[in-house]
Every structure is written in structure tokens, then in C-alpha cells.
């Protein structure tokens, strides 16, 4: 069980345009999830925390209007980065937590979204 | 708040030898620690968890864990490493109790194993 989807696993857009990624909990239901940022060889930074209804809280430095996440259900959130540039390019992770559960502390992950921004 | 602090940016280890990857976090309230494997374009997968109990922890494909609260260290062993254990591991941290925080990673270490 907790199983943590993401679509698409690598994208290829020109700059100037907007890439959706979707993060999907499969068998539980997903009251959080967070995003992440992984540059090469680097650690995950996160992005933002995003809880089912409410607006996203993003990390200081983090434009919110050009990461723009949507948590409209309680399988599915999505991270849309908006006007891409090559700096954008990056591994996205999304993860997920059920405080319904009673092991709340726990996060499953996404396999990883690799985006190339041309 | 917590942070985490992986001592060592790589490790190189023959294959079979045995291997450990240090990890020390910091924080002002209990915690659960992680360990993370991360292998190339792709996302993490759990190793091992310490909740509470025992301090030792047994975890998938050979790996264990201490728990020593007195060091405030959760390092990573392995007797015997193969040429698969090649990859990425994050050390990571979560406050118990600390309602919905994610968890905190260090900046991992990257095992590489030598034939």
C-alpha cells in the first residue's frame, strides 16, 4: 500500500511555455503533499507544502506564481510551472502523507519527474 | 527544528567489504529517522525507519541502523556491499508530534561501490 504516482516521469518543452506535473496517491488518501526540487547530485529541496482545499505554503524564495499547485482532491495534487526557462530544467518529487493514518509522520514518494526546458 | 548532517559527500567501498554512512541530526523534541535510498533518475525509496523500542534497525537489502540518542546519530550499515548498493542515501528527520511538517533531509551521501 502507499503508493504515490506521478505523470509525467520526463517532459521536453521550449522556454515560454507551461508544463503541468501531476502527483496522484493510488490506494490512500492524501490530506498533504509536498513538493520537491532536486538539482543534480544535490539533496531535495522542498518547494511547497499543499493541503487538500487550501492554498499551497511555499518556501521563502519560491515563486508561487510560476509554481503554481493545485491540491483539488485527496489523490490528486499538480504542480504547473509556468513560462519554463532552461533554469527550470530539474527532478521534481512529489510526496505524500494520510494524517488519517495512525503513522502520520510518514511521507511516501513519487518516482521523480525529469524536466527539460529547451 | 531539526536538521540533519551527513558527514561524508561520497563513500567509495570495494564490493564485500563492509561500509557505513554517518548521519547526525539535531533537534529540540524526540524524532523519527529515515534513511532513504535514492538510485539515478529516479525517486526514493525507504530503507529503514526508527519509530521507537529498539535502537537497532533492520532494514531491506541488508542495511541496519543505530539509533543513538546520547549521540544524536542514526548511521547506516552494511556488512557486505554489493555493486547494486551503488546510489544515493539521505539521512532524514521528522519531530514527533510535530503535526504536518515534512520530513527534513541531509544532503546525502553517495555510495559507490568498486568491483
Known amino acids: 500500500g502507499a503508493v504515490v504516482s506521478q505523470h509525467p516521469s520526463r517532459v521536453i518543452c521550449k522556454s515560454g511555455t507551461s508544463v503541468k506535473i501531476e502527483c496522484r496517491s493510488l490506494?490512500?488518501?492524501?490530506?498533504?503533499m509536498f513538493w520537491y526540487r532536486q538539482f543534480p547530485k544535490q539533496s531535495l529541496m522542498l518547494m511547497a507544502t499543499?493541503?487538500?482545499?487550501?492554498?499551497?505554503?511555499?518556501e521563502q524564495g519560491v515563486e508561487k506564481d510560476k509554481f503554481l499547485i493545485n491540491h483539488a482532491s485527496l489523490t490528486l495534487s499538480t504542480l504547473t510551472v509556468t513560462s519554463a526557462h532552461p533554469e527550470d530544467s530539474s527532478f521534481y518529487i512529489c510526496?505524500?502523507?494520510?494524517?488519517?493514518?495512525?503513522?502520520?509522520?510518514?511521507?511516501?514518494f513519487g518516482p521523480g519527474t525529469r524536466l527539460t526546458v529547451t | 527544528a531539526q536538521s540533519v548532517t551527513q558527514l561524508d559527500s561520497q563513500v567509495p567501498v570495494f564490493e564485500e567489504a563492509p561500509v557505513e554512512l554517518r548521519c547526525n541530526y539535531s533537534?529540540?523534541?524526540?524524532?523519527?529517522l529515515f534513511w532513504y535510498v535514492q538510485y539515478p533518475n529516479q525517486g526514493l525509496q525507504l530503507l529503514l525507519k526508527?519509530?521507537?523500542?529498539?535502537?537497532l534497525v533492520k532494514g531491506i537489502n541488508g542495511f541496519e541502523a543505530e539509533f543513538n540518542k546520547s549521540q544524536t546519530s542514526f548511521h547506516l550499515r552494511k556488512p557486505s556491499v554489493h555493486i547494486s548498493d551503488t546510489a544515493e542515501y539521505f539521512c532524514?528527520?521528522?519531530?514527533?508530534?510535530?503535526?504536518?511538517?515534512?520530513?527534513?533531509f541531509g544532503k546525502g551521501t553517495r555510495l559507490s561501490v568498486i568491483a
Open positions: 510526496s505524500a502523507r494520510d494524517l488519517d493514518r495512525g503513522n502520520s509522520y510518514e511521507q511516501y
Open positions: 490506494d490512500f488518501q492524501a490530506t498533504t
Open positions: 499543499s493541503n487538500e482545499g487550501s492554498k499551497a505554503t511555499y
Open positions: 533537534s529540540s523534541v524526540s524524532v523519527y
Open positions: 526508527y519509530l521507537s523500542g529498539s535502537t
Open positions: 532524514a528527520v521528522s519531530g514527533r508530534n510535530s503535526g504536518n511538517t515534512p520530513l527534513v
